[in-house]
T-cell receptor
Framework: RKEVEQDPGPFNVPEGATVAFNCTYSNSASQSFFWYRQDCRKEPKLLMSVYSSGNEDGRFTAQLNRASQYISLLIRDSKLSDSATYLCVVNIPNTDKLIFGTGTRLQVFP | DGGITQSPKYLFRKEGQNVTLSCEQNLNHDAMYWYRQDPGQGLRLIYYSQIVNDFQKGDIAEGYSVSREKKESFPLTVTSAQKNPTAFYLC????????????FGSGTRLTVV
């Protein structure tokens, strides 16, 4: 089983749609979780951290399910500018290292 | 403004040549990392350093070398032993344990000519 697994997509959605991505991780001792956004030919940028209680930032909601070892990202009212690849990121316990998923590509069309 | 700077943005290497990619940060982060990304692929860890004068190999260290003489700087050398060096190279830094995530530089695109 991969350490961090994501559906590669692409997810093609119209503007205004709600879209959800899931990610599973293999190490039950992981404590830190993040979603990053990567635009084509650019560096990944931190979108949001994921907390146990779930957290929201504007149109974006992240949730963590420790029992099932998955993380989700919900994007409401999609904009054309949301088109990007979304990376699920999980820490390796007792190290400084993070494991990056291969990403889920989102394409929002007019 | 604090940040992490990579240079050059584009680099062309001839066969058999060593090249060095620069990475500098002024975020006061202890840990620094080098990743490689190939088209349509995920990030693969080359080397990382948790403190000055110390570094560890990542998953794909062969053909690469690093140094960490200063906290702010973590240069990566792509040696002639790296047979397929064409890729997008990303440098990142973080606080201990990566608790707040990594901050990435804007990357260096290396092409073998």
């Amino acid at each position: 089983r991969k350490e961090v697994e994501q559906d590669p997509g692409p997810f093609n959605v119209p503007e205004g749609a709600t879209v959800a991505f899931n990610c599973t991780y293999s190490n039950s001792a992981s404590q830190s979780f993040f979603w990053y956004r990567q635009d084509c030919r650019k560096e990944p940028k931190l979108l949001m951290s994921v907390y146990s209680s779930g957290n929201e930032d504007g149109r974006f909601t992240a949730q963590l399910n420790r029992a099932s070892q998955y993380i989700s990202l919900l994007i409401r009212d999609s904009k054309l500018s949301d088109s990007a690849t979304y990376l699920c990121v999980v820490n390796i316990p007792n190290t400084d290292k993070l494991i990056f998923g291969t990403g889920t590509r989102l394409q929002v069309f007019p | 403004d604090g940040g992490i700077t990579q240079s050059p943005k584009y680099l062309f290497r001839k066969e058999g040549q060593n090249v060095t990619l620069s990475c500098e940060q002024n975020l006061n982060h202890d840990a620094m990392y080098w990743y490689r990304q190939d088209p349509g692929q995920g990030l693969r860890l080359i080397y990382y350093s948790q403190i000055v004068n110390d570094f560890q190999k990542g998953d794909i260290a062969e053909g690469y070398s690093v140094s960490r003489e200063k906290k702010e700087s973590f240069p990566l050398t792509v040696t002639s032993a790296q047979k397929n060096p064409t890729a997008f190279y990303l440098c990142a830094s973080s606080y201990p344990r990566g608790s707040y995530g990594y901050t990435f530089g804007s990357g260096t695109r290396l092409t073998v000519v």
